[in-house]
């Protein structure tokens, strides 16, 4: 059974909209979490990270909300941009670090 | 250029056959890691390593066997292979536990 969920396969996003790609997670001890992007045929590349004492984490175009009583982060992306196209995967951890849970991956599309 | 080095990139395996992933990474980062990607299912953790000469079991360690005898390696073998051992595996390492990780470009590999 996943504890980390992303019910979303892919999402369709014109450049300079807003992207938003959601994660559920079902162990409340969960207390980091982090979102990654991926190539095809590339790993997956860090994008930013979130701790459960943050409600809000921003890096430039990317922002991180974190939503403990719901069990739900999201990634925004404003504005998107065609390179931004790419599948995206959170990850959560409870606190040993070892074990990150990721989810099964949302494919983002920009379109010109 | 620093990072991390998977070999082979692709292989088709016979069922039944012995075969070892190759991981080496050149930024003397404690922690190593190997996951499998496996469509509808994200990345799931193998094995882990703390630090050369630890290691320790992941999500789906069936099957699966490491050793870490020093810093730069972290070889994946698959004693027996078998078909549902068809999948992208990944190649994974991070400074310290905690830390975000930074993966390699991935080994494909086929079992028939």
């Known amino acids: 059974d996943q504890q980390v969920k992303q019910n979303s396969p892919s999402l369709s996003v014109q450049e300079g909209r807003i992207s938003i790609l959601n994660c559920d997670y079902t162990n409340s001890m969960f207390d980091y979490f982090l979102w990654y992007k991926k190539y095809p045929a590339e790993g997956p590349t860090f994008l930013i990270s979130i701790s459960s004492i943050k409600d809000k984490n921003e890096d430039g175009r990317f922002t991180v909300f974190l939503n403990k009583s719901a069990k739900h982060l999201s990634l925004h992306i404003v504005p998107s941009q065609p390179g931004d196209s790419a599948v995206y995967f959170c990850?959560?951890?409870?606190?040993?670090?070892?074990?990150?849970?990721f989810g099964s991956g949302t494919k983002l599309n920009v379109k010109p | 250029i620093a990072g991390i080095t998977q070999a082979p990139t692709s292989q088709i395996l016979a069922a039944g056959r012995r075969m070892t992933l190759r991981c080496t990474q050149d930024?003397?980062?404690?922690?190593m890691y190997w996951y499998r990607q496996d469509l509808g299912l994200g990345l799931r953790l193998i094995h882990y390593?703390?630090?050369?000469?630890?290691?320790g079991k992941g999500e789906v360690p069936d099957g699966y066997s490491v050793s870490r005898a020093n810093t730069d390696d972290f070889p994946l073998t698959l004693a027996s292979a078998v078909p549902s051992q068809t999948s992208v595996y990944f190649c994974a390492s991070s400074a310290s536990t905690g830390m975000s990780y930074t993966f390699g470009s991935g080994t494909r590999l086929t079992v028939v």
């Open positions: 390593s703390n630090t050369a000469g630890t290691t």
């Open positions: 930024m003397r980062h404690n922690a």
């Open positions: 990850a959560a951890s409870a606190g040993n670090f070892n074990k990150f849970y």
